[in-house]
């Protein structure tokens, strides 16, 4: 008897194994309806899922909505902190400018090393051999232009005329190898360093500010712009930002790496910069008598 009963419940399990493997079987073949029990478990299912999904939907979405709200808070109240500074910060600039202006009325004084005129231009040309050394502009002597003049776009200062003729010019780029483009630049801070942009760093993509005394302190983020100290570029014309400092080969002065504010790959658009304050004349005295040059 109990071997009948073990028997019985031996051939059970193996019909209920094929019977389980059919149903797979079945299941897995590729129809265009399903079957009246596949639809109502799949419909009860899926009702199912529905109710629960709901009001679980809705509890997340309530304490996401009350983060975001929170969050909302925060931020918001930083915005107007950084409102408030900025206010004060326009006002400043506005006395400051007024106070400048009337001391350069006092004086005289018509021009800036800031002062500039902008010249708009269009680049039409680039050699895929010299890519990261020279641009081709649509502008040229009969526009005004003028061979050193600085070249910028609307993120930074990307190099300076080294061509020109009657109806475009050759602007050579920061990133050139080329150790006889140098540019006056001063690093920002609460005490200015000077030095020279000459030089650039093409596996790490960054500027090479060089001639900085050993005992300047120069800091990772401060900003690098002109100085227009160098005859032709104006004052202020933005560079990039320092994100790293070295000493040089023999330990007299500094190098700041710098990682440049425009995009000598992508360029498309650029202004030329005319400054307006004219170069001083130069003088040097040779038997007695000054001779000017």
């Known amino acids: 008897m109990p071997q009948f009963f073990l028997n019985k419940r031996l051939i059970i399990l193996l019909v209920s194994i094929i019977v389980l493997v059919a149903l797979i079987g079945f299941s897995l073949r590729e129809r265009s309806k399903l079957s009246w029990p596949e639809q109502f478990v799949k419909d009860t299912t899926g009702w199912v899922q529905s109710l629960v999904s709901k009001p679980t939907h809705f509890v ?38 007024k106070d400048n202006q009337e001391l350069r009325d006092i004086l005289g004084e018509k021009t800036t090393l800031r002062d500039f005129k902008p010249l708009p231009a269009t680049v039409i040309g680039r050699n895929p051999d010299r890519w990261h ?8 002597k009969l526009n005004g232009i003028k061979k050193d003049m600085a070249v910028v776009t609307a993120t930074g200062l990307i190099g300076k005329v080294k061509n020109v003729t009657q109806f475009s010019s050759t602007v ?30 093409d596996k790490q993509k960054l500027l090479l500010i060089k001639a ?4 300047s302190k120069v800091e990772k983020g401060q ?3 002109t100085s227009g100290l160098g005859g032709v570029f ?7 930002k320092v994100v ?14 710098v990682k440049p504010g425009a995009d000598f790959y992508d360029i498309e658009n650029v202004i030329v910069i005319n400054r307006l304050m004219t170069q001083p004349v130069k003088s040097e005295i040779s038997d007695g008598k000054v001779r000017e040059f």
């Not at 104006?234 to 990039?240: D, E, Q, R």
């Open 223 to 225: 900003t690098v712009v």
């Open 244 to 257: 790293d400092v070295r000493p040089d080969q023999y330990g007299l002065n500094q190098t700041a790496l």
């Open 212 to 215: 900085i005394p050993s005992g």
């Open 133 to 140: 050394e020279m641009i081709i502009i649509d502008k040229g």
């Open 60 to 97: 997340a979405g309530f304490f996401e909505n009350l983060q975001d709200l929170q969050d909302t808070y925060g931020e918001n109240k930083e915005l107007k902190s950084r409102i408030e500074n900025l206010v004060n910060l326009e006002a400043q600039v506005q006395e400051l400018t």
């Open 172 to 201: 050579q780029l920061l990133s050139a190898m080329d150790p006889k483009n140098r540019i006056s630049a001063v690093v920002q801070g609460k005490k200015d360093v000077y030095g020279f942009v000459q030089g650039f760093d």
């Open 234 to 240: 104006p004052k202020g014309l933005m560079i990039g």
